[in-house]
């Protein structure tokens, strides 16, 4: 950089140089001729400007030899300099010049930088688009020529986050960054040198945390996918055998979805059959079969049974099960699948199938329009369920606990989980299975189910049971333990025992996800505008 300093000053103190030798020229060769209109050094400053700016007023004309032939230097140099204007002004339209001077005057605006244009970065840019008025779209590399123009208003910028963050000038809201390349490694290597910066950071990954730092989050496709599913296909009672053909990224994510979200009853007996590989989960999640059992079916509660040979080889089963869902990793494996089962198998159940590509007839989930939604990625409406929860937790209990800011990743997940389990409790509250979203009116009329009915002490034991075994589902399923006391480093914690053996005051605990209906119905009460329906 310094060397390429050096080279441009040298240049410049060349051309300067070179400019006032021909001045000087002029000035001495004409000042020499008394007829000559050019006296002075300020009279031959005043001709090359007129010149080279290409005016030519004619007020003053050199008559020597020398001064026609510095002259005639200027013409030419007036022809490029023009040229170089002009190309200037191009360069200035078709460049980063224009856009960054459009940005200068949207400071005010909301910004949202997308590292990479993509299907999926486009899809969530126009749900972003559509929904905040003054959103100001950006992708930071260059407008491809095949590329397609985006539906919305965006600029293409071949510029970085830090840039962008200089252009902002801390003017109005944070800028919010996005990566929509998915990264395999736990933690997006882009978004991670992000977090000094003024801005927020949601980034694409497989695994790792969900938060990272203050302003660092990551989101996994396969687990929006997951959550979109069981949120639109809520478990019903009557389904008592599920099939998930398929253990990838994407099923494995189903499964526990399911394991932390379908509990609608304490006395229900679900038997989840999976076909795929499992191994690796069944280590990972060792305490599983201290909340299911493992590979037998149970008639007084859930069941996991893993089948490592071909799904064509039982039968039986799939033509018993309520529900199939065809979920593997490869779009077109679960199409071929799903052709074959609807063919030479007798199906009684519904067959659900994770695709893209949308059929007439097809029972589909997962499609990026979907999944790449700003409340799926940025998760505004299940967070702020998350931290209501963790206040009335707060307000509910006799010991210290921490603020939402405080929590780490692992506790923050346990009240989000809560949260998505807030529309199991809207149907069970309703006796309605079929709502399947939030709505104001659904949300108010199980609020009011709730005050009715929990002053029933067998009502209240009810509601409060069914909720711990929810939280024994989510803490078994990260492999804690029974302690006497809480140890959040050994993961052990007092209330991982039977709903019977909790003391009074564990078991009013249970009630904070429950009158976390009522705290919605207040918002709904007092703000327009609510984020929390779109749960």
């Not at 099939?243 to 394991?259: D, K, P, Q, S, T």
């Not at 963790?390 to 405080?406: A, C, D, G, M, Q």
């Not at 006497?484 to 993961?491: G, M, Q, S, T």
Request: aromatic fraction near 12%; hydrophobic fraction near 40%.
């Amino acid at each position: 950089m310094k060397k390429k300093s050096k080279i441009y000053l040298y240049i410049t103190i060349a051309i300067t140089a070179i400019y006032i030798g021909l001045l000087t020229i002029l000035y001495v060769s004409e000042s020499a001729n008394h007829n000559a209109s050019i006296q002075t050094f300020g009279d031959a400053f005043w001709y090359s400007l007129v010149t080279l700016t290409t005016v030519g007023y004619g007020d003053l004309t050199p008559v020597t030899p020398l001064g026609h032939a510095v002259g005639i230097i200027f013409l030419f140099l007036a022809a490029g300099i023009m040229m170089t204007l002009l190309g200037a002004a191009v360069s200035f339209i078709t460049s980063e010049g224009l856009p960054l001077l459009t940005l200068n005057f949207q400071r005010e605006k909301n910004w949202y930088y997308f590292a990479d244009y993509s299907i999926e970065s486009n899809i969530l840019a126009a749900y972003i688009y559509k929904e905040d008025s003054n959103a100001v779209i950006i992708y930071g590399e260059k407008k491809d020529e095949q590329m397609e123009s985006p539906d919305y208003p965006c600029l293409f910028l071949s510029i970085s986050p830090a840039r962008i963050v200089a252009q902002k000038k801390g003017v109005g809201t944070k800028c919010k960054i996005f990566f929509m390349k998915e990264n395999d490694i736990g933690v997006n290597s882009r978004a991670i040198d992000l977090h000094e910066l003024p801005v927020e950071v949601y980034a694409r990954t497989t695994n790792g945390k969900d938060h990272l730092s203050s302003n660092i989050n990551f989101f996994h496709s396969y687990d929006c996918c997951a959550r979109q599913y069981w949120r639109s296909q809520p478990l019903c009672n009557h389904e008592h055998t599920i099939v998930i053909i398929g253990f990838g990224h994407y099923g494995r994510c189903i499964l526990e979805r399911a394991i932390l979200t379908n509990i609608i009853s304490f006395e229900q007996h679900v038997t989840y059959h999976i076909f795929g590989d499992a191994k690796s989960f069944l280590a990972t999640h060792y305490r599983l079969n201290e909340m299911f059992s493992i590979n037998e079916i149970s008639a007084t509660g859930d069941s996991l049974i893993f089948h490592p040979d071909f799904w064509e080889m039982d039968h039986s089963i799939l033509e018993r099960a309520n529900r199939i869902i065809i979920c593997p990793d490869q779009e077109s494996d679960g199409w071929d699948i799903f052709w074959r089962l609807s063919r030479y198998y007798k199906i009684r159940g519904h067959i659900h199938l994770h695709s893209n590509r949308k059929a007439p007839g097809v029972s589909y989930f997962g499609t990026n329009e979907e999944i790449y939604t700003p409340n799926q990625i940025m998760r505004t409406a299940q967070n702020k369920a998350a931290v209501a929860i963790n206040e009335i937790f707060r307000k509910s209990v006799s010991y210290p606990t921490l603020s939402w800011e405080k929590l780490d990743d692992f506790h923050r997940q346990s009240k989000i989980s809560a949260a998505d389990h807030l529309i199991m409790k809207v149907r069970i509250l309703m006796k309605d299975e079929s709502i399947t979203e939030l709505t104001a009116y659904t949300i108010e009329k199980a609020y009011e189910k709730y005050c009715e009915t929990r002053y029933s002490e067998v009502m209240l034991d009810r509601y409060r049971r069914l909720d711990h075994l929810r939280w024994l589902r989510f803490y078994t399923f990260y492999n804690w333990s029974y302690g006497p006391v809480r140890d959040d480093d050994a993961k052990q914690h007092p209330m991982l025992c039977p709903y019977t053996e909790l003391t009074p005051e564990q078991k009013r605990e249970r009630d904070a996800t429950w009158e976390l209906l009522g705290s919605i119905v207040e918002e709904l009460r007092t703000s327009e505008k609510n984020l929390f329906i779109s749960l």
